[in-house]
Structures are given as C-alpha cells and as structure tokens.
C-alpha cells in the first residue's frame, strides 16, 4: 500500500509568516509522530498521537509550534510567526502500534 | 534519559566489500527497541533491521545484520556485498519498550565506492 506522504515538500516562508505541514500516514495506523531534522543532525521528537489524542508533546521548542490530528488519520503541524531557527526538514512517521516507525520523504522548511 | 551515540560522521567502503558502523547508547531502561534506519538523498528514512533487546540473538536482514552487546550498550550494523544502493545516511535509533518515541543519533554517511 501507500507509505507515509507529506506536502509541502519544500516551503519558503518569511520570518513571521505561519506555515501548516500535512502528514497523511500509512492507512490504518494508530500512532504518529513529528520529527524536526536539523541540517547535518539526527531528528529529534516533536510530538506524538494515538488515533486523535496528542499524547506527548514534550518535543515541541515553544508555543508556537502546534499540532493536531482531529479524526485520527491526516496530522497537521502548524508553525506560527516562523523564526529563522525553525528551518529544518520536518519528519512523520506513523506506526501500527509504537514500535517500528515508517517516515515519510518530509517537508524542508526554510524560513528567509 | 536516553542518548544515542554514532562516533563515525562518515565512512567509506569498496563496493562488494563489508563494513560495520557503530552504535553506542545509554539508558537505565531493560527492555527497549534498537534500529537502524537508512536515509538516501532523497531524504525517505527507510527501516534497515530492527533489534529487541530482550532477544539475545543478533538480528539479520539479507545483507544486514547487527551486532548487539547489551551489557556494553553497543548496536553496531554489518552491511555484507556493499552495493552502490547502500550510499546514504545510516542513523541508529532507541526506544523504549514503554516508551513512543525514538531517540536517534547524528547518523553515519556512507558512501560505496565503485
């Protein structure tokens, strides 16, 4: 079946602006999670959710940054009033339970 | 916490030839996950293998296969025959066997040399 998708793949935004990030995970998995990939680093947990419920959003750097997923299926991450330093390529990944996770290809933001 | 430790930032190795990457990690944890996953310039993380820590037996994947000592909290990856496909990001990941998310390291580039 289909992998992980997001979309945008690339997004410019000027500092200020606010960006939305979609994430459509595998079908039927229950788990997702958000990723932020600095240049030349290992990504690092943002945030997580089983079915609709945000279970864990420890990750998140400020309060800017906000993430829903109301039906349990499509995730968006939204980024209010973007600095330079949240650049980044921003990972999903999905799970069928909390083990292996499958990622899908990301959206590199960058923030001029 | 969990931290995950990749000593090699790059490395390189002759096509059909093997080579082993390292993993070091640290946590009080007993029971946990162990990855590794590859990400080509593409940038799609792709699972590689996969290791429960509470199987002593060494995972193996084709070619792939790891190398897991529990109590010097080492995870290191043995890729056999390297393919030209093989040139990408490897990181290595931990999680908890209660846990949700991954920590990872700051991932090995390997590049299969022709």
């Known amino acids: 079946g289909a992998g992980v998708s997001q979309s945008p793949r690339y997004k410019v935004a000027k500092r200020g602006q606010d960006v939305a990030l979609r994430c459509d995970p595998i079908?039927?998995?229950?788990?997702l999670f958000w990723y932020q990939q600095a240049l030349g680093q290992g990504p690092e947990f943002l945030t997580y959710?089983?079915?609709?419920?945000?279970?864990?959003k420890s990750g998140l750097p400020s309060d800017r940054f906000f993430a829903e997923r109301p039906e349990g299926s499509v995730s968006t991450l939204k980024i209010q009033r973007t600095q330079q330093e949240d650049s980044a390529v921003y990972l999903c990944?999905?799970?069928?339970?909390?083990?292996?996770?499958?990622f899908g290809p990301g959206t590199r933001l960058t923030v001029l | 916490a969990q931290t995950v430790t990749q000593s090699q930032p790059e490395m390189s190795v002759q096509e059909a030839e093997t080579v082993t990457l390292s993993c070091t990690y640290d946590?009080?944890?007993?029971?946990?996950?162990l990855f590794w996953y590859k990400q080509p310039p593409s940038r799609q993380m792709i699972l590689v293998i996969r290791?429960?820590?509470?199987?002593?037996q060494n995972a193996t994947e084709n070619r792939f296969s790891v190398n897991f000592q529990k109590a010097a909290k080492s995870f290191s990856l043995k890729i056999s025959d390297s393919q030209l496909g093989d040139t990408a990001m490897y990181f290595c990941?931990?999680?908890?066997?209660?846990?949700?998310?991954?920590?990872f390291g700051t991932g090995t580039s390997l590049t299969v040399i022709p």
């Open positions: 990944a999905s799970s069928p339970r909390t083990d292996t996770q499958y």
């Open positions: 079908s039927g998995h229950v788990s």
């Open positions: 959710f089983q079915n609709e419920a945000q279970l864990d």
């Open positions: 946590t009080s944890e007993n029971n946990y996950y």
């Open positions: 290791q429960e820590a509470y199987k002593q």
């Open positions: 990941a931990f999680m908890k066997l209660s846990g949700n998310q991954f920590y």
